[in-house]
């Protein structure tokens, strides 16, 4: 996402002494929340569309611990076998990320990977500041043509000046949004018009033509929580997508995308990036989810916060803001302990399958229509997601349909 990027989970030696489970846990009951809207009065237009199920392709390191081995390579056969049991049990597609830390470099190892498999897709991050938007129009257009209804593109402005630096990339917060407008509005001119000329502030083009077009149109995802953010991607993407919180700041967070998209002129669907720990009961849950961060050493997480403290991006500092409270425990079954050593979304869903569901829903009557998921370890967490809890989202649906994709041009997993 904008400065909602993701990141690869920080490598963390095992140190002798590791913190105790439950103590980083804290209590299990909620706080106070304020009173939710009724979700009549919340939902938007597209409430109704059909769910979009996503997974996350992890492109670094997986493993059962956060911050601690063993590590699983990210190897193609691996990568592979991620996207077709997504695929199997009911996942459109998988976000990949892109950051200098991951093992892999996030387009060469997603058309690697979309070469070796079949059905679901993948939503790659791309960061405008890494390409000139002609070259990389052509990029996507040849990747859209030999995947056709497989590539969607998760455009990432960056939220770390410090490890922006690290690909020449210095420019501030707000001018990097300008420039990610100018690189999206050329980029999808070049797959619309014959001939694009463009002189702007950060790029040029005299005479470029790109065809094949890719048909149907790359589907754009966008996300952040700050004003730039939201104005980039109400003018611009076909989904808008935010970090897992806690419902009522989703609905703030909606409520002033909705203003966003009134004044562009137009609607965009919306999407929710969250981890989810789920078991047959809700103390299983738990358990896995205090297993899940149980080797984390207390002086790297110092050094962890040291590092996450220099972002600009509003979505990681509200992320951090969560795990850093008085319980770890933010709101009924969304627990904020992944925050605790991985940048990006630190919250997930944890309970039964059943309330799982029901957190979901919960989202959607926000007017969430698109969830991108994700466990740890990926491959297991994603069959077990499947098999779970996709059932009790079918059997919800009058149509018995999930993974279907309205309104931008994705080829459904059938």
């Known amino acids: 996402m904008s400065d909602d990027r993701e990141t690869s989970t920080i490598n963390m030696p095992r140190a002798a002494g590791t913190l105790n489970a439950r103590a980083l846990t804290r209590h299990r009951e909620p706080p106070s929340l304020p009173c939710m ?147 999206v509005d050329v980029m999808k001119r070049l797959w619309t018009e014959p001939v694009v000329d463009h002189h702007g502030s950060f790029y040029q083009t005299t005479g470029a033509v790109l065809e094949p077009k890719p048909s149907p149109q790359i589907p754009i995802y966008v996300g952040g929580h700050s004003a730039p953010a939201q104005q980039l991607a109400a003018e611009l993407a076909d989904v808008y997508l935010v970090w897992g919180d806690t419902l009522p700041s989703i609905a703030s967070r909606l409520a002033s995308m909705r203003l966003a998209e009134t004044v562009a002129g137009r609607r965009v669907r919306h999407g929710l990036r969250v981890h989810v720990v789920v078991r047959e009961t809700e103390a299983d849950a738990w358990l896995a989810a205090e297993r899940l961060i149980s080797r984390i050493d207390p002086a790297v997480r110092t050094a962890f916060l040291a590092a996450a403290g220099s972002a600009d991006s509003e979505g990681q500092q509200r992320q951090r803001a969560l795990s850093s409270g008085a319980s770890l425990i933010v709101e009924e079954n969304l627990w904020a302990g992944v925050g605790l050593a991985r940048t990006g979304v630190g919250v997930a869903i944890v309970g039964d399958p059943a309330q799982v569901a029901a957190k979901l829903r919960a989202y959607q009557s926000l007017g969430i229509s698109t969830f991108i998921l994700s466990g740890y370890p990926h491959l297991e967490e994603c069959r077990r997601f499947g098999e779970l809890v996709m059932p009790l989202l079918r059997s919800s649906r009058s149509d018995g349909h999930v993974g279907a994709v309205s309104g931008v041009g994705v080829a459904p997993v059938t």
């Open 37 to 183: 809207p009724h979700a009549s009065h919340a939902v938007d237009a597209h409430a109704d569309d059909a769910l979009d199920l996503l997974w996350f392709c992890q492109l670094a390191a997986d493993g059962e611990f956060l911050g601690a081995g063993p590590h699983r390579k990210p190897t193609l056969p691996y990568l592979a076998s991620l996207v077709e049991t997504a695929a199997e049990m009911g996942f459109s597609s998988l976000l990949t990320a892109t950051n200098f830390h991951a093992e892999h470099d996030a387009w060469t190892a997603s058309i690697a990977t979309l070469a070796q498999t079949r059905g679901a897709g993948l939503l790659v991050a791309v960061r405008p500041g890494m390409f000139h938007p002609a070259i990389f129009a052509k990029m996507a257009a040849t990747a859209a043509s030999l995947f056709p209804g497989r590539l969607r593109i998760n455009i990432v402005t960056g939220s770390n000046p410090a490890e922006n630096a690290m690909y020449g990339d210095r420019e501030s917060h707000d001018t990097r949004y300008t420039r990610t407008h100018e690189f």
